[in-house]
């Protein structure tokens, strides 16, 4: 349960190993950088994806977050983004999870998702949700049961560059 002792500015570093965690990851500290080896050899793995339980990596109304080179599988949502701001997810892989690979929801701002990667995940592969001003550079969305990319309507000025959408039901 590490994330109860972080301060800004504080960096973890996860090696390369698959992880079984029992309970959501919450970053509740801003400036939190969680950076692992890569996303095919540092895997956080919840082994829950109902919706009872809400597994993932998650962080509320935090800013200036980095998270980093690791894997996100199994969980409900795997990595749960709701009124973040001035932060950034780069070369994270969310599969197989319960809902949506990557959740960027209400208030989420200048948030940047690179390099990132959803598949099979049980419903949508990035989910923005009144999200505003975010950037979608060069991630990939693959089989996911619902649709790859979708933003509802009152997510407005976002950009989305390079994405690539493949073997989804719509």
């Known amino acids: 349960d590490v994330e109860s002792y972080l301060t800004a500015g504080d960096t973890i570093l996860i090696d390369a190993g698959n992880y079984l ?26 082994n829950d ?8 990596v998650y962080s509320k109304g ?9 894997a996100v599988v199994r969980g409900y949502r795997g990595v749960w983004l709701a009124n973040v701001s001035a932060s950034s997810v ?8 319960g809902q949506y690979g990557f959740h960027l929801d209400s208030g989420t701002n200048l948030v940047t998702l690179a390099a990132t990667t959803a598949s099979g995940n049980a419903s ?18 693959r089989a996911n049961a619902f649709i790859g990319f979708l933003l509802n309507s009152s997510s407005a000025s976002n950009t989305l560059t390079g994405n690539i959408a493949s073997g989804h039901a719509q």
């Open 21 to 46: 965690e029992v309970d959501t990851c919450t970053i509740d500290t801003n400036g939190v950088f969680v950076i692992g080896v890569d996303s095919a050899l540092t895997v956080i793995d919840f």
């Open 49 to 56: 994806t109902t919706a009872a339980n809400r597994k993932g």
């Open 62 to 70: 935090r800013s200036g977050l980095t998270l980093r080179d690791f």
């Open 90 to 97: 780069t070369r994270v892989r969310s599969d197989t999870n």
């Open 124 to 141: 949508t592969g990035y989910r923005l949700q009144t999200a505003t001003s975010n950037a979608l550079t060069g991630n990939v969305a």
